[in-house]
């Protein structure tokens, strides 16, 4: 059978490159193949720090633009506005009136046997925003280069969160694409679907609903949840950081319940509320849909919008054009076999380029009189992966202001900084708080106990039997059963150093803590800026690298823990986030070193040097000591030194200092005012020489019971949601 | 025939309840056959925040919200309803079956009640136990009471075997359960054959007319089924559990596919622990 020559976007019939795309071919040429295919690697990386778990397999993207006419956009454009109303208006009758299945327009069967008609949100009023909200199309360019509609997007919007993001990643690698200009901005309408949404919400907030890291759906819809959430500038939450108070939906934040008034939800709407619809009560949000009832919620798009995405539904829609908008469909459907014949546009495959058949998605959205379409889009390969060759790339679809693209001089201006002014600090979803507290404590642990090996694993190896040498063995055996890394059977005895080396290789404790660090680190990643998320990662990953051996690994985690302090310290402002993080740090480290201290120091004053040695070197302070003192030992500078000197961040008092900061710029004054007491007590301390074991002990109870009160205060712990339903009474016996 | 009706559901709770939130299918709706001149749903502890709907299909939902902690929530639903349900024609003058299920999918009223649901999807053994009393060409009226009087004797009455997501499909295996069972197991058998049946939730007169037996059912939640005979008649029902053409002794709540459409009382909790359950009804006449 004859097929048709597919349309190729970048070659005319007489084999010219075709004028919109000469500018980003001598861009290709200038820049060469093995460059171009770094930089395409570059950008991937750039793209996959938006992943929340940077593991996942993810998409691929492809720098290279497919450029559109500003004649051929202004035909999808106009398609698309048809076709977005058309479905909303379909949306509305079938959610209220129902006329469509009364004239028979539509076959009654179709529409309420589909799994997404939700009949809970068939009412008589219509919602506060339309049903169908954002909507997006895939489209396919034919042989004879007319569009042809593949399918739509009518639910979940997928891809819009990449789509917002992607030129910025390829402008920030590929700069000399751009330098053609003439091409139309995402900006302006990206800032007019954000204050829409911001004026419709009336100062409740606006965010972005997503599965949540926990949950088990597939990474990539997350990461573009995530990169929508960035350039939008609004919150990113989950079903759990959600509460129904009085009948409308709120967010849990540090500051206490927020009214949530808007969602661009990236979850299916089947099984959003469990209340109405059954279901388990830990997922979902349980009264969403009566608060969409009630007109206190929008959602983007309503649950049950996804019902205009069936394939059986589709050729009765295309009837409805010219009865329900008197015009026939600008956009026509795709036939059978006509994905076989779609358009192809060159994509990068290594160093050199494939010409591959691939589909537009264009973006549209309601601005509450009319549809807008997004100048741009996505290209996305239709090509099938296979083992063999590496996946094609997604596309940017760049819509030109001319036919005739100007060449103007130097790189268009940089995009601004995405919204900030949404995202205040008392604003900050109570899971986040609590991840990133435990991540401050995390890293801190991965360290003492780096910083603890480091001390013990070469005295553990001197086979010597001089009392001193025994001394200190049985001190250090003690700190690491105190340290959970050893158990303390084994510890307290008079057990060889050499078995204590062994117990401990066996163990393996480092492999452990660091993946908990990994675990927190994904779970707060979008707390974390880009460039702090990348350092982060690549020292995570360097360190489980060094993993096999964990010996030798000791320093490579230190580094680790020495580079996420360094960038906590100097990438993230002192928000709310960073409070977290900082006092799980100061809490741990305080914890820790009293314990420490507590063991190390339990001695009568004649026999307290070993210990006093291996404290000075386990808080890293001998440089400091001996500058200070001169190597001479003696327990009064030691003491305050490692108690009492607010200058040494290593003491007990620096971490008291440190939290009762924290607690006071959160309000917490109760908390504040315990901290400042902890400190009282730690300087007077310091003056004592004998029988510290037990007020340091008391020091570390109390550093628990502050953070104990910590997380009462601020993750506000709720007993766990069940369903109550009424089965007794259907069984109560006769 | 007027009634009075009282619901109480008390549930105790162990522990403190700190949130909860429920959503009720308790008020009766208005039918053909009945009139609902007053009902009143009562909410203890009070609700921070209630809101009363009236669905897509005519029931009355309400939502409320206890912010409050609380160690008991009470629901106490009165109402005086008066009810008579036409007596349909005859059966021989009602359509055959087939030509039923021919309407019943196009019409946008009745289609959603000829599809599968949740707990009350025909499978191929569904068909096959309703096809003994469908047979070709038969009047509706007559294979209806037909399969009303099967399943009242081929099921046994068993409370505790079943629970409120038990399927059709499981109750035509073990042949016992309540009256949900029994209404699922119906409504599956009628879908089977292409035609609709309808959840019906509701009431049962407490005491039987003089000189029968205790109904099953009563002194509780009760539920039934309706069954579309086309345009003119309208939907009849059905009380499978106790071999009934339901009346006037039945106060119809509410109606849907299956149970899980118009649940009479469900909620989500936090805290609470163990709970204990209280349900008091009383449907009795009004003398006049």
Redesign the interface.
């Known amino acids: 059978m004859h097929r048709p020559v597919s349309f190729d976007e970048m070659i005319d019939w007489q084999g010219r490159i075709r004028g919109p795309w000469v500018p980003v071919m001598t861009a290709v040429r200038e820049i060469g193949p093995e460059e171009l295919e770094r930089r395409t690697a570059a950008m991937n990386r750039q793209m996959g720090l938006a992943a929340p778990f940077g593991t996942a397999p993810r998409h691929a993207f492809d720098p290279l633009p497919i450029p559109l006419t500003s004649s051929d956009f202004a035909v999808l454009e106009a398609g698309l506005r048809q076709r977005a109303t058309l479905l909303n208006t379909a949306l509305a009758d079938l959610y209220g009136p ?1 006329t469509l ?2 004239d ?1 327009s539509l ?3 179709l529409v ?2 589909d799994p997404h008609f939700l ?2 949100l ?3 009023a219509p919602l506060a925003l339309p049903r169908l909200s954002l909507y997006a199309a895939d489209l396919l360019r034919g042989p004879d280069g007319r569009f042809r509609l593949l399918r739509d997007h009518t639910g979940v919007i997928p891809g819009l969160g990449h789509v917002l993001s992607l030129r910025r990643a390829a402008a920030g690698t590929v700069p000399e694409l751009f330098r053609s200009g003439g091409l139309r901005s995402l900006r302006p309408a990206r800032e007019m679907l954000v204050d829409h949404l911001q004026r419709k919400a009336e100062g409740g907030l606006v965010a972005v609903l997503s599965a949540g890291a926990g949950a088990a759906s597939d990474t990539q819809s997350l990461e573009d949840d995530a990169l929508l959430a960035r350039a939008l500038g609004i919150l990113l939450i989950e079903p759990s950081d959600l ?5 409308a939906l709120h967010m849990k934040t540090l500051s206490g319940l927020l009214h949530v008034s808007t969602l661009i939800r990236c979850i299916s709407g089947i099984d959003i509320d ?3 619809q ?1 279901g388990r ?1 830990g997922s979902g949000i ?2 969403a849909f ?1 608060a969409i ?2 007109g206190v919620l929008a959602m983007l798009n309503a649950p049950g919008s996804a019902l205009m995405e069936s394939t059986a539904l589709r050729p009765y829609i295309e009837n409805l054009f010219p009865t329900m908008l008197g015009e026939a469909p600008l956009l026509p459907l795709t036939a059978e076999g006509d994905t076989a014949c779609a358009s192809k546009a060159p994509f990068a495959c290594g160093e050199n380029f494939t010409a591959a058949p691939f589909c537009f998605r264009l973006f549209a959205w309601h601005d509450g009189e009319t549809w807008q379409v997004l100048p741009g889009g996505l290209g996305l390969p239709l090509t099938p992966p296979d083992a063999d060759t590496p996946a094609l790339g997604i596309k940017d679809v760049w819509v030109l202001e001319t036919e005739e693209p100007r060449l103007i001089a130097g790189a268009p201006p940089a995009e601004p900084p995405e919204h900030v002014k949404f995202l205040a600090a008392a604003h900050l979803p109570s899971r986040l708080a609590d991840n990133l507290f435990w991540l401050g404590r995390s890293v801190e642990r991965l360290e003492a106990a780096c910083r603890l090996l480091m001390l013990a694993l070469p005295r553990l190896e001197s086979g010597t039997s001089l009392p001193r040498d025994i001394a200190e063995r049985a001190l250090i055996a003690r700190c690491l059963a105190q340290a959970r890394l050893l158990p303390s059977d084994i510890a307290g005895g008079s057990v060889s150093g050499r078995l204590l080396r062994q117990t401990l290789t066996r163990r393996r404790p480092v492999a452990g803590l660091l993946k908990e660090v990994g675990r927190l680190v994904n779970a707060s990643s979008e707390r974390l800026s880009p460039s702090m998320l990348a350092t982060v990662r690549f020292a995570l990953h360097q360190a489980a690298e060094a993993l096999p051996n964990e010996e030798t690994a000791l320093p490579t985690m230190l580094s680790f823990a020495a580079t996420f302090a360094g960038i906590a310290a100097e990438n993230m402002s002192r928000d709310g986030g960073w409070l977290f993080l900082e006092m799980g740090r100061r809490l741990e480290r305080g914890e820790t070193l009293a314990e420490t201290l507590a063991i190390l120091l339990d001695a009568p004053v004649e026999r307290l040097e070993p210990g006093m040695a291996l404290s000075i070197e386990l808080a890293d302070s001998v440089l400091s000591y001996d500058l200070r003192h001169a190597g001479i030992l003696a327990p009064g500078p030691v003491l305050t030194m490692l108690l009492a000197d607010t200058s040494n961040p290593r003491s007990l008092a620096f971490q008291c200092t440190a939290l009762r900061a924290c607690l006071e710029r959160l309000g917490a004054d109760d908390d504040a005012e315990s901290a400042r007491l902890l400190l009282q007590d730690v300087v007077n301390l310091a003056g004592t020489a004998t029988g510290l074991r037990a007020p340091l002990a008391t020091i570390a109870a109390k550093l628990r019971q502050l953070s104990d009160h910590v997380h009462r205060h601020f993750f506000t712990l ?17 | 025939m007027i009634y009075r009706l009282h619901h109480v559901t008390t549930y105790d709770y162990a522990e403190p309840v700190v949130i909860g939130t429920h959503f009720m299918h308790l008020l009766p709706r208005e039918r053909p056959g009945q009139f609902v001149r007053e009902a009143q749903l009562d909410i203890s502890p009070t609700p921070d925040n209630r809101r009363d709907e009236v669905d897509h299909v005519g029931n009355h939902s309400t939502t409320v919200a206890l912010a409050g902690v609380h160690k008991q929530f009470v629901v106490a639903l009165s109402a005086t309803v008066e009810v008579e349900q036409p007596a349909p024609p005859p059966p021989e003058e009602t359509l055959r079956w087939e030509a039923i299920a021919a309407r019943a999918i196009n019409d946008p009223d009745v289609a959603e009640y000829c599809l599968p649901s949740p707990l009350a999807a025909p499978e191929a053994e569904i068909a096959d136990y309703a096809a003994v009393s469908f047979l070709p060409g038969r009047n509706i009226l007559s294979a209806l009471l037909e399969l009303n009087m099967r399943i009242w004797m081929e099921m046994a009455y068993r409370p505790g075997v079943t629970n409120n997501c038990t399927t059709a499909m499981h109750v035509l295996k073990i042949r016992a359960g309540v009256c949900q069972d029994y209404a699922h197991l119906m409504i599956a058998c009628l879908r089977a054959l292409g035609l609709p049946g309808r959840y019906v939730s509701g009431y049962l007169c407490t005491s039987p007319p003089p000189g029968q037996v205790k109904r099953r059912g009563a002194d509780q939640s009760h539920a039934w089924v309706a069954c579309w005979l086309g345009p003119d008649v309208g939907w009849v029902d059905f009380d499978p559990t106790n071999n009934l053409l339901v009346r006037d002794e039945h106060v119809t709540l509410a109606w849907g596919r299956d149970f899980q459409d118009v649940s009479p009382l469900r909620g989500i909790i936090l805290g609470g622990g163990r709970h204990s359950l209280r349900v008091n009804v009383d449907l009795d006449p009004v003398l006049t």
């Open positions: 129902q299945l009364r028979g076959p009654p069967a309420l046997g009949r809970s068939h009412t008589q509460a129904t108070r009085n009948g469990p209340l109405e059954g009560p349980p009264g009566g009832r009630a709720l007993p766990e949601a069940h369903t109550l339903e009424d089965e007794e009474v259907l069984e109560a016996a006769l």
